[in-house]
């Protein structure tokens, strides 16, 4: 079974400081790929970046990176030079299983941006 | 490019109606998801659709709960004779194929049962 992991409820972070956001998961695919949503408070869901399993560049898009540490099964994201806009859900997500059939999320980490 | 349209945004009912929420996902995408959010926590998967096919409906609850997305028109989740725990965000989201395409998601309909 596929298993995503975010230990962190909520994080606090000043602004224009870096942050990450800690996701494991798990999973006996060889083929598999990682996702970043973002959900602020208005509650929509916004695709942030994505790491695909044989990718071996960490993804980068503008202020978000990807760190993937495959042999540690693990997809944290890292803000840098965070802004108050950042304050919001950021929720981890897996695409895997037979056909890439399955897609799941983690619990989410709440994000709170200090001027 | 419209994205993903969910409606409506909101819709109450009373207990033992029936609730149906539609999605139209995004033009060029035949997979939909539908997943369903308390508040505070995060996004569970409830069902896979492609066009006239159900492929994966394992967090469907075994009653009351119905999802379709027929050849043409919006997809469908259907939520018969609901009850106050039916209260929820309910997401649609779409994505052209099942590789490396992130889900790209509606606005969500929020559901209260009164």
């Known amino acids: 079974a596929q298993k995503i992991t975010q230990t962190q409820p909520g994080m606090f972070v000043q602004e224009k400081e870096a942050v990450t956001l800690d996701c494991t998961y798990d999973t006996s695919d060889q083929s598999y790929g990682l996702f970043w949503y973002k959900q602020p408070s208005s509650g929509e869901m916004i695709f942030l970046i994505y790491?695909?399993?044989?990718?071996?560049q960490n993804a980068t898009e503008g202020r978000y990176s990807l760190n993937f540490q495959k042999a540690r099964k693990s997809a944290n994201l890292v803000i840098s030079a965070s802004q108050l806009g950042d304050s919001a859900m950021y929720f981890c997500a897996m695409r895997g299983g037979y056909n890439f059939n399955k897609f799941y999320f983690g619990s989410g980490t709440k994000l709170n941006v200090k001027p | 490019n419209a994205g993903v349209m969910q409606n409506p945004r909101h819709l109450v009912r009373r207990r033992g109606q029936e609730a149906r929420l539609r999605c139209s996902p995004m033009?060029?995408?035949?997979?939909v998801y539908w997943y369903r959010q308390l508040p505070e926590e995060g996004l569970k998967f409830m069902v896979y659709?492609?066009?006239?096919?159900?492929?994966?409906e394992s967090g469907m609850p075994k009653e009351r709960f119905s999802a379709e997305f027929p050849k043409e028109g919006p997809s469908i989740l259907r939520i018969q004779q609901v009850v106050r725990g039916d209260s929820a965000a309910y997401f649609c989201?779409?994505?052209?194929?099942?590789?490396?395409?992130?889900?790209?998601f509606g606005n969500g309909t929020r559901l209260t049962v009164t």
């Open positions: 659709l492609q066009k006239e096919n159900i492929i994966d």
């Open positions: 033009k060029g995408h035949s997979h």
């Open positions: 989201a779409s994505s052209p194929d099942r590789g490396r395409s992130p889900l790209h």
């Open positions: 790491q695909g399993s044989y990718d071996e």
